[in-house]
Structure formats: C-alpha cells, structure tokens
C-alpha cells in the first residue's frame, strides 16, 4: 500500500465511473479532514454534474492546491462524499497502469480503472466481519467462572504474534456451545475486540505431487542460464520461442521457482482456454511450498474476491490467470517476474473498452514494476518477433527440440479438391477417405483423436440453388449470412438460423422467399463435422466416446473441464471442435489430429489471416506426438500451395516469419508499422459516413506533419451489426510514439472522443 508523504491531501484528482472521457486524468476534488487520509489508488464517492449525483471513482493522484487547474476557482471544487474502506487501495503499479492504458488504447480512464478490479471485489461479494480478540492488558483482578478462566488460558498459550485470534476459532478450542462466555469478558474489559474483513470462499487447486522434476535438456539449460541473471536486474523483455512439447512450461516453472524463493511474487498468464486444472495443478504441484491464487472465468464471485485478496495480501505468491489477472493486486515491490505463455494468443486481446492487449499490458507493468517479462510460444505473434529479431527490444531464446520421449509430428497436407472427388456417393462429405482411414486405425490401436473446424454450427449457408435468382439467407439487423443450428443434438431435424454476431435467431425457411424453390443448406460446421463422424464411428458414438467442444456447448469453463477431464480418462475418445481445443491440451494417447479445413481462416479480410492459418495449423499439430508413437497430424485443404500452409507442414515458423514480415512491410501493415482503426457506428448509414468523413479530415489537419497515413473512410468489412452501420478509418503510422502523439493531441482537442459512436481499437487484432 503507497503512504502519502504529507498526512491530509487537500485535493485529490479522481477518475469517475462514469464513460466520460475526461483526458489525461480526472476531475479534481477537495478532501474536507473528517474524511480522514486518502491515498492514491483509494475507491471513493463523489458528487458529479449539475445534480451532484453520488458517483465511484478512484483517486489517481492526490495533493495540494497544484492539483487545481489555473483557471478553476477553489471556492467550485466540490468534496469528496466518502472513502470506501472495506475495499484496498489499488497498488500504485496498477493506478499507473491504468493510466497507461487510458492514454495509449484511447478509453476513459474511469471505465479503465473500473473494468480493473473485478465486480466482486467492488461489491464485496463474499465478505463477512469477523470478530477478533485478545488479552486485555493488564487484566482486571478477581476469579473468573471456569469457563471464561479456560478462554483466557488458552488465549494466553497463544504467543503474541499468533494473536488476536478469531472468536469462532476460540470458541471451538475451547469447547464452547456459544460465544457467550467471550463476549461476557469483553464486556468484562479481560479481553480486547477488533473486527476484520474477510472472504471465505476458498479456492485450491488440485495438486498431483511431482516426483522429481526433470533433468533440463542442454536446450533448456541454456534459455535458463540466459535469463537467470536477468531475474534481479530490473526490467528486461524476453522471447521463449520453443515448438510445441520442448519444454517451456519447463522453463517457465524454473524461473518461476528461482523468483519465489528469493521472496518474490510471479504473475503468470494463460489464454482463458488453457486455465485448465491440468495447467494449474502442474504448477502447484512444482511449486507447493508457494501457494497459488488463480483468477478465471469460472470461479464463483466470492471465489474471485477471495483470490484477489489473496494475492494483495501475498498469501499466495504465484498468481495464475487468464488477461485480466495482469491488473492482479500484487503490491509494490513484491512483482518479480512476469510470464506470458501462448503470447500470440488473440483471446489475449479484449475487444470492448478498453481495448488492451493482455500481452503488451504484461509487458508495460514489468517496466513499471522493473522486473523481466517473458512471452512463450511456438507460434510468435509477429509483433513479438519483430521485436526481437528485427528492433532489438527484446532477447530471444529459442528451444528447437521436442522434450525427450516427444517425437515430432508428421503432418500431412490433403488436397481437398481431390479427394472430395474420391468418394463413390454425391453426397458431400466433410472428411475425407485419409482422415477417416487414419482415425479409424487410430481408434482400432485403442488411441484417441483431435479433430478442429473453426466454425461454430451446422452450416453456414442458405440460399436459393437458382442462381438467378440468387436469393441467400441474411441477418435482418446484421449485414452477414445466417448459420442453422441444429437446437437440440437428439432432435437431428429441429433446426434454426443464428446470426453470430447478433445472437438473432430465426427459422430455417423451407422455400425461397424470392422464387419459391426449396432452398439449400451448405457449408460447414463443427455439428455437421459431428454428424457425419457419428455415422462415421457409431460404435463410439454411441457409447458417448465424440464429445465437441465449442462454445455453444460449452457455456461454463467447468463445462470445459469436464469434458477435457473425460478425454484424460480416455472414456472420450475423440474430441472435436474450434479452436477451444487447439492449445494448451497436453495427452500422450492422441494418435491423429484431424484439420477439416484450414481454407475457414485463410480467407478472412484481414491481413493477418495467414499468420491465424500459420499459428492454427502448427498450434494444433503439436497436440499429438506426446507418447511414444509419432502421430499425424492431417490437414484437409483446398488450397494445399498456400504459403501459411506449407510452411505450417514444413514446421518451419522462422521461415513463415520472414516471408510474412517481408510481404507487411512492402504494404506498410504491423508489425512493419503501427494501427490504429477507428469504428464509427450509427443506426443511420448516412449518419455513420457522415461522423467518419468529418473526423477523417480532422484528423488528417491534426496530423500536420504528414506523418501518418489515413486510410478510409471505409465501410468495415461487416457493414451491419446489430442495426448499427460501421465505417472505419485506419490510422497507419511508423512508430508507436507517433501515432500515440496523434491520437493524444485529437483527443484532447476533442476531435477524438472515445465512445458509443466512435470505437478506437490501437493495435487492433480483428479487422472486422
Ligand atoms: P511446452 O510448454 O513447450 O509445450 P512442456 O513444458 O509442456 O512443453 O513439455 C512437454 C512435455 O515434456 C511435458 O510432459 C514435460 O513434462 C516434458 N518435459 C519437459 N522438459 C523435459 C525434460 N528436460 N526432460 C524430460 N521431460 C521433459
Ligand atoms: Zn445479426
Ligand atoms: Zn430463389
């Protein structure tokens, strides 16, 4: 927790809840001595506009009359209506670096510092009063009945450091009914009481104890020996660049164990998906002299309040979690080491405001808290690469190896334009006679299966089959097709329209609405891939062996857990889905990991649709070859001469990197450049190019040094979404600094104004 060096700041600067975006850093309040001492990082109350409503804030700054604007009258500055003290005071670290991310990703900060801490940590989810006590000093003469005497000898058993003690855990090593006797020698004046907060939802991983932690490979040694001296020198930036199974958990959990015992805390962070308890109990179970505190999705509200205590009061020293575990608690000081595993992971990125990327949040808060941050992966994000290969930002360390015992996985590309011609029927099929052939043997030798399609569904076209009359399904508020759902697994014939980016449903129609032929359903997704590997292998379907993991069946992460649980058991045999399943997931009996299409990314507008297609493939390749037996990994492709792809079945990411890099560098894209794109979005299309036309000219005057290149406006590729139309302006510009000078200076001309109309997204990952 900060102290403030002088004992009662005068004024406080307060970022509020409220959206407003009130650039660089909140209004200004008056703190009146009955309210005590505020400090930095303080959740408080405070009136806000004409009507002075009660309104959350966070104090973001705190002194004396230098607080206050020059031209603001100290007789108009309102005061502050109370501190909230059952909440602590957000480590100074955090404020920082929310301010940071207010400035650089363009959101308020109030809705920043807001979106920081977790819901249930504001309301106090969870929390009970305990009462405390201890011995009075000194204590009243006179006997005392038995049963008080035998309250105070135990108290006084207790050594100083181990009191006060709880009432209720006094109360049963005293063998009482009540707590009668204990609150009689309060009153009595014998015994002192406090009070205290208190979360009790506990949390624990389960641990499966490690016999002995491996031999490092010659490998791993040295990536260790690289980075060790870093540990306690302050900020540095490393890359963990290591195929899938070489070892960089392994490199991770050393490190990790190295910081601990020199007394420091470890932030480590996951993509949601692979917070797994396969995950979670590998780590406690390397470390279980450290206790953990792990924040996720699927944790109770109370649950999560107690987690983050737990790791403000550093009772849990390793703190696990997935992008929002960045802003942990940790106080100051204590941060020693920050680790980004999957860093290339877009699920990394959040895409309502703000918009900050998890990785580049992890990196800025190792600079604040001046210790390294190291990102891992098979597959780098180009970002990251570029960063260490080309700008020197950070070290890169490399492990080329698989861990022993894995082999290297064959993959094997499928020419899809052949062999759906190879099948003797017309109907059209989703797996092809290899996969099928080598899924079959697989399940014959008692192996299990992966097998990912990136489409959530059943198919994602319905269209007149006359295409003069081209008619085709679309969302009535979104400007994309409609996917049938089948409603219920059982119910095969039930079916439904969804639009995935609206969540609007409608029924299948049967006849063209146009011309009145029956229509056609085509196209792919992961209930249609289920339907046919159930005919496929009903023997296994039947007795529950396929299960599929995406997120219509997956509403809850302990959904998840069971369903991965299933798999480690071996009771399911085949696991199919999206991408849910294509990282992180670590079982040595995986004989065959099945691509239905690579084409589903490949083709997106958006220019890091290769790099998706490079990390997919790879990504899910390296889920077999975990046992003794190779495995193969066969993707299905109707486009088998792709760059991504052959570089993929090639497993050569570095030179995937330097061709991609070379092609974003010719056309000015990241990681060669720096984006920013700007959403603007109205009920009224005209409206919508309206706002963006005026605020593209804006900002092409603010930008009087020509520096940076406004493109747009444009339509955004999905025009439409849920009755808003969208234009888009991209902001490209050499450097971060530059473009960050930018949207800074149009931000607080006015020109910019972050909100319900206008989205800013710096860095964006989706271009949608
Ligand atoms: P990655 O995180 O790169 O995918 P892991 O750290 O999960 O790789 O390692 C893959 C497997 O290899 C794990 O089962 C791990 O226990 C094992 N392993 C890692 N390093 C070694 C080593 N030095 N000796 C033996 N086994 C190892
Ligand atoms: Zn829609
Ligand atoms: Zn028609």
């Not at 780098?380 to 890169?396: D, F, H, I, M, V």
Request: aromatic residues 4%.
């Amino acid at each position: 927790m900060t102290t403030q060096a002088h004992p009662a700041p005068q004024y406080v600067r307060v970022a509020v809840e409220r959206g407003i975006d009130r650039y660089p850093d909140g209004l200004t309040y008056r703190v009146d001595a009955a309210i005590g001492a505020v400090v930095l990082g303080d959740h408080i109350e405070v009136p806000l506009g004409r009507g002075d409503s009660r309104v959350e804030g966070v104090v973001v700054a705190t002194g004396g009359p230098e607080l206050l604007d020059r031209n603001l009258d100290p007789k108009n500055v309102k005061a502050i209506l109370g501190v909230d003290r059952s909440q602590r005071a957000l480590p100074e670290t955090v404020v920082r670096l929310a301010q940071w991310i207010s400035s650089y990703y363009c959101a308020p900060l109030g809705v920043t510092l807001m979106s920081i801490t977790p819901s249930a940590v504001r309301k106090g989810v969870g929390s009970v009063r305990r009462l405390l006590v201890d011995l009075a000093s000194p204590q009243p003469a006179g006997t005392l009945h038995p049963k008080r005497r035998a309250v105070i000898d135990t108290l006084s058993e207790r050594a100083p450091s181990e009191r006060p003690v709880d009432a209720e855990e006094l109360r049963e090593l005293c063998g009482l009914a009540t707590r009668a006797p204990i609150q009689a020698l309060i009153k009595s004046g014998h015994l002192t009481a406090s009070h205290r907060s208190q979360v009790q939802a506990r949390w624990k991983a389960e641990a499966t104890p490690e016999a002995s932690p491996p031999q490092p490979t010659n490998e791993q040694a040295a990536v260790l020996s690289a980075i060790e001296p870093c540990l306690a020198a302050g900020f540095s930036q490393h890359l963990l660049f290591g195929v899938t199974g070489s070892g960089k958990t392994e490199v991770y959990l050393r490190l990790a164990q190295r910081v601990l015992e020199s007394g420091r805390s470890v932030l480590f962070l996951v993509p949601e998906i692979a917070l797994t308890p396969q995950t979670c109990s590998r780590i406690s179970a390397r470390l279980p002299m450290h206790p953990m505190a792990i924040l996720h999705s699927g944790l109770t509200q109370a649950q999560r309040h107690e987690q983050w205590l737990a790791s403000a009061q550093t009772r849990a020293t390793i703190v696990v979690g997935a992008r929002s575990a960045v802003f942990a608690p940790i106080p100051e000081g204590v941060l020693g080491l920050v680790i980004v595993d999957e860093e290339h992971d877009s699920s990394y990125k959040q895409d309502q405001a703000p918009r900050y990327h998890g990785r580049d949040v992890a990196i800025r808060r190792a600079q604040l808290a001046k210790c390294p941050v190291l990102l891992g992966s098979a597959t780098p994000s180009l970002e990251s690469w570029w960063n260490a290969t080309s700008r020197g930002l950070s070290s890169l360390h490399t492990l080329k190896q698989r861990a022993p015992g894995l082999r290297n996985p064959r993959v094997e590309i499928i020419d899809f334009r052949v062999e759906s011609r190879l099948r003797p029927d017309r109907r059209v099929h989703l797996v092809g006679p290899t996969m099928e052939l080598a899924l079959r043997r697989a399940f014959d030798d008692g192996g299990q299966a992966i097998v990912l399609l990136n489409r959530r569904g059943y198919a994602n076209w319905i269209a007149c089959p006359d295409q003069a009359c081209g008619w085709m399904m679309r969302c009535d508020h979104c400007e994309v097709g409609m996917v049938v759902h089948l409603r219920s697994p059982e119910g095969g014939a039930l079916r439904t329209t969804r639009c995935h980016h609206c969540q609007a449903q409608q029924k299948v129609p049967t006849r063209c609405p146009r011309c009145s032929k029956g229509v056609s359903v085509f196209g792919l997704g992961t209930q249609r891939v289920e339907e046919e590997l159930s005919r496929l292998f009903p023997d296994i379907a039947s007795s529950g062996g396929i299960v599929r993991v995406d997120s219509d069946t997956m509403s809850t992460a302990s959904d998840f857990h069971r369903a991965l649980g299933g798999f480690a058991r071996g009771e399911v045999r085949l696991l199919l889905g999206t991408q849910m399943i294509a990282k992180g997931l670590d079982y040595p009996n995986v004989r065959v990991v099945g691509v239905i299409s690579a084409d589903t990314a490949l083709n997106l507008p958006d220019f890091r649709a290769s790099e998706r297609t490079f990390q997919l493939v790879s990504q899910v390749s390296g889920r077999c070859g975990r046992g003794d037996n190779p495995g193969r990994a066969i993707i299905q492709t109707f486009q088998p001469d792709a760059a991504p792809i052959l570089a993929a079945a090639a497993q050569n990411y570095a030179r995937f990197a330097k061709e991609e890099c070379a092609i974003r560098e010719r056309y000015g894209l990241p990681p060669a450049t720096r984006m920013a794109r700007i959403v603007v979005r109205h009920a009224v299309r005209d409206e919508a190019e309206r706002v963006a036309k005026r605020l593209s000219a804006d900002l092409t005057r603010v930008d009087a040094a020509r520096e940076i290149e406004v493109r747009g406006p444009a339509p955004c590729p999905i025009a439409r979404i849920a009755d808003r139309w969208r234009f888009q302006i991209e902001l490209i510009a050499p450097t971060a600094a530059i473009l960050q000078r930018m949207l800074a200076a149009s931000r607080s001309a006015g020109i910019l104004v972050p909100g319900e109309t206008v989205a800013v997204d710096v860095d964006p990952v989706a271009l949608l």
